[in-house]
């Protein structure tokens, strides 16, 4: 007696084939911690740079945010340093970019 099908079409079966390996690597990244892979290679052109420079204006935002933290745990003195100074004019650079 044969097996009986559990797709109406070859065309079903693929389509829950590739289901169940997203799934798998979904439940992957989630075993590591990691956050969902974005769609943007899936996207079309617009749409993909849109999300491309909202992804970069939220990690420019971080840095900075990461960036004056660490400034403003500095002492007076590293401030006033060179090295504090050049820290200063990346936070600026950063501060036109997001503008």
């Known amino acids: 007696m044969p097996t009986p099908q559990k797709h ?3 065309a079903a079966r693929q ?3 590739r289901r ?3 799934d798998a690597r979904l439940a ?3 075993a ?3 956050p969902r892979a974005p769609p943007i290679s899936t996207m079309p052109g617009a749409a993909r740079w849109t999300a491309l420079c909202e992804q970069a204006h939220a990690l420019l935002e971080t840095l900075r945010k990461e960036m004056d ?3 403003d745990e ?3 003195l590293w401030q006033e340093s060179d090295r504090g100074e050049e820290m200063r ?3 600026e650079r950063i501060d036109e970019i997001l503008v």
């Open 20 to 22: 169940r390996q997203a």
């Open 8 to 10: 109406e079409s070859r």
């Open 15 to 17: 389509k829950a084939y």
């Open 74 to 76: 500095r002492s007076e």
């Open 89 to 91: 004019e990346s936070i």
């Open 28 to 30: 992957e990244r989630k």
């Open 32 to 34: 590591k911690g990691l």
């Open 69 to 71: 933290c660490y400034w």
